[in-house]
């Protein structure tokens, strides 16, 4: 194989894998979205398999660490609403969505700065 034409394949083949690329990006930002968009109230209520665990949550949204998915939040029960909370999607059992904190403390004992 000629010097020219190896060079046209190298070429042809970097261009390949930099669209590859670009397309990658473009549904990574396209879930993103997504996931920012997931709800639409300012509270949550948040049961995992483990029946032990549930957790209130203020400003809910989804997030990734490396390949796993979080629901990541403010805790409702912290004195001053200030600690994050991160739960693995994969182990959320249900997840009761409310327009802010004083509607979620209605249906659960919820004692946050909001309630107060």
Known sequence: MS???MSACGLILSLLLFGYG??????????DRTQSDAFSGKAAFV?????????????PE??????????VGRSAEAP???????????????IHEFADVKQMAKMYRVQSAGTK
């Open 22 to 31: 670009i397309a990658q990006n473009s549904n990574a930002s396209k879930s």
């Open 47 to 59: 049961t995992t398999s483990n029946a032990d665990a549930s957790a209130g949550i203020l400003d």
């Open 3 to 5: 010097i020219r034409r």
């Open 80 to 94: 001053d609403a200030t600690l994050r909370v991160w739960i693995p999607v994969a182990e959320i059992k249900t």
């Open 62 to 71: 989804i997030r990734t660490l490396g390949e796993r998915a979080f629901v």
